[in-house]
């Protein structure tokens, strides 16, 4: 079953999280299965306490409790960095990233947003993320402008396609040069396919710091 449409998925965070649950196991997404059933045997004890005003305070707390929250807890706030991690399907070490929004006022509809995610020691990945994926054998070409600097590069793509990952090149930017700008201006040119995006890095020194006080200093395997 396909869980994102998207073509239909509205621009920003939103669009980032649908794509990165791709990356997901079935054992995450059942994570949340048992909730149903654990909420039924609260309203279940509820019910069998005889005293009527300790029946009622019952009910009060379980219907404004955590529970009735979950979708708007779910929710992330536009324009800030998301910390995410998500299970390896093969049993290895989780995947731990940071994620922004492009600027949906100068980015083409196919360009997500930005995500910087732990890599082989101490390094960031720099990737781009896509609405519509790429062919895996690609190597397009991405042209990122950093205020007033130009850097070109020719990128891989990651399973499933919509994550165009750059070279090592760009890890050194990320945790230095591009610390320094308000956005990144983002050019994808692949066969007959030119994308563009803005990027805004606000709060990206903070970000980092929490990435990074987040990654494994080593990635066993890699």
């Not at 196991?25 to 019910?47: I, N, W, Y």
């Not at 379980?62 to 299970?87: F, I, K, M, N, Y």
């Not at 100068?106 to 930005?114: N, P, R």
């Not at 790429?134 to 205020?147: D, E, F």
Request: hydrophobic share 35%; aromatic share 2%.
């Amino acid at each position: 079953m396909n869980i994102c449409t998207p073509r239909h998925v509205t621009l920003g965070l939103a669009a980032i999280i649908c794509i990165y649950w791709m990356f997901t196991t079935t054992a995450e997404l059942c994570q949340d299965s048992g909730k149903p059933r654990k909420l039924e045997k609260e309203v279940e004890h509820c019910s069998q306490i005889k005293d009527e005003h300790e029946r009622m305070r019952c009910k009060k707390k379980e219907d404004t409790g955590p529970s009735t929250d979950v979708s708007q807890q779910q929710q992330p706030e536009p324009g800030t960095w998301q910390l995410a991690r998500t299970p390896n399907p093969a049993g290895g070490p989780e995947s731990i990233s940071i994620m922004k929004s492009a600027n949906t006022t100068g980015s083409d509809q196919d360009i997500a947003g930005l995500m910087l995610r732990c890599g082989e020691g101490a390094t960031t990945e720099v990737l781009v993320v896509l609405i519509e994926p790429l062919p895996l054998r690609a190597h397009p070409k991405v042209t990122v402008v950093a205020g007033g600097t130009t850097t070109e590069f020719t990128a891989s793509v990651v399973t499933p396609g919509a994550l165009v990952l750059l070279p090592e090149k760009a890890s050194a930017l990320v945790e230095d040069a591009w610390q320094s700008v308000p956005e990144l201006a983002v050019s994808i040119s692949e066969n007959r396919r030119s994308l563009h995006g803005v990027i805004p890095l606000t709060d990206i020194s903070t970000a980092m710091r929490t990435l990074q006080s987040n990654c494994p200093t080593a990635v066993p395997g890699r």
